[in-house]
T-cell receptor, first 110, second 115 residues
Framework: TQLLEQSPQFLSIQEGENLTVYCNSS?????LQWYRQEPGEGPVLLVT?????EVKKLKRLTFQFGDARKDSSLHITAAQPGDTGLYLC??????????FGTGTRLQVFP | GAVVSQHPSRVICKSGTSVKIECRSL??????MFWYRQFPKQSLMLMAT?????????EQGVEKDKFLINHASLTLSTLTVTSAHPEDSSFYIC???????????FGDGTRLSIL
């Protein structure tokens, strides 16, 4: 069974702080996606990384895919209250199914 | 990108009731759709893969007679929770397949509460 473990599970920080969320697995994925989900809504895609070692930046968010395509990280610089939400990584297997990570709940206080 | 509409957004009903949730792909012909369940403060768990014109593929531990899936057209998949009980209360989310290494497009979810 493919599992994606995210850490930390919960993160509560002040506005302006930096943070990193990790997504780890023992399985190799063809690609990895990061989503953010707000309460009562479906997940919204932030980024897809495909190549091992790939780094993508989206404003204050930096995503990295591990060289072996088994892990990924999300770094947020100068967090803002609007970044609050549930962050989910999801690995795509060769069957087109998505395996979701365990989730990281982020709370940014003003 | 593709837009997915899920209906209803919230259902509250008595134990023993059957509840149908619709998932529509508004601008994309979806031969495959996915149904997920999300318990409070947890991640999404894939329940089944819905295939247009054929039987759904269920994940291990998901009762196919409990969660009936029908995908009769390229734009509509339905999930029916039969004889729902309080333990079936959850957030149910559908998505359309985006293709290899392409993102899935998610509906806004259905909050099901069984009293």
């Amino acid at each position: 069974t493919q599992l994606l473990e995210q850490s930390p599970q919960f993160l509560s920080i002040q506005e302006g702080e930096n943070l990193t969320v990790y997504c780890n697995s023992s399985s190799v994925f063809s690609s990895l996606q990061w989503y953010r989900q707000e309460p009562g809504e479906g997940p919204v895609l932030l980024v897809t990384v495909v190549t091992g070692g790939e780094v993508k930046k989206l404003k204050r968010l930096t995503f990295q895919f591990g060289d072996a395509r088994k892990d990924s990280s999300l770094h947020i610089t100068a967090a803002q209250p609007g970044d609050t939400g549930l962050y989910l990584c999801a690995g795509a297997s060769w069957t087109d199914k998505l395996i979701f990570g365990t989730g990281t709940r982020l709370q940014v206080f003003p | 990108g593709a837009v997915v509409s899920q209906h209803p957004s919230r259902v509250i009903c008595k134990s023993g009731t059957s509840v149908k949730i619709e998932c529509r792909s508004l601008d994309f012909q979806a031969t495959t759709m996915f149904w997920y369940r999300q318990f409070p403060k947890q991640s999404l768990m894939l329940m089944a893969t819905s295939n247009e014109g054929s039987k759904a593929t269920y994940e291990q531990g998901v009762e196919k007679d409990k969660f009936l899936i029908n995908h009769a057209s390229l734009t509509l998949s339905t999930l029916t929770v039969t004889s729902a009980h309080p333990e079936d209360s959850s957030f149910y989310i559908c998505s359309t397949q985006g293709g290899r290494d392409q993102p899935q497009h998610f509906g806004d979810g259905t909050r099901l509460s069984i009293l």
